[in-house]
């Protein structure tokens, strides 16, 4: 059998050290469509880049719903980034790549475990690069 020596000292408790909370300019990095194991509705899982600062590089996850009750989340994510929709519409989730903005990050314990959470949006001044 293979054996392999590896050293963890200074990785800390996460593999995925928590950024500060605080206010990050981020672009859309991908926006992918999902179905939740538990209640099958769909959702849609947005992968954000840091692009400036001390923890540009890193990344942060947010999920918006697409149950009735939930679409509000979406829709005031999609005017922060400039999209208006008022009717039913069918979004193209490749449009959104590229886009900037402005998130405030806070922590929060989920499953034992602290994470960070995206708890508000803004614009972040620049326009789909």
Known sequence: MAK????????????FPLLPEGFYNVRVEKVVLKRSKKSLSQ??????????????????YFITSLREKALWRLKELLEIMGQKYNEQV????????GTELRVEVDHEYYG?????????????GVVKS
């Open 90 to 97: 069918e979004l193209d989730l490749d449009k959104f790549k």
């Open 4 to 15: 392999v020596e590896v050293n963890f000292n200074g990785l800390g408790d996460s593999a």
């Open 43 to 60: 959702y849609l899982r947005w992968k954000f880049g840091v692009i400036d600062g001390e923890h540009k590089g890193r990344h942060l």
């Open 112 to 124: 034992g475990r602290k994470w960070n959470k995206i708890i508000g949006f803004e614009t972040c």
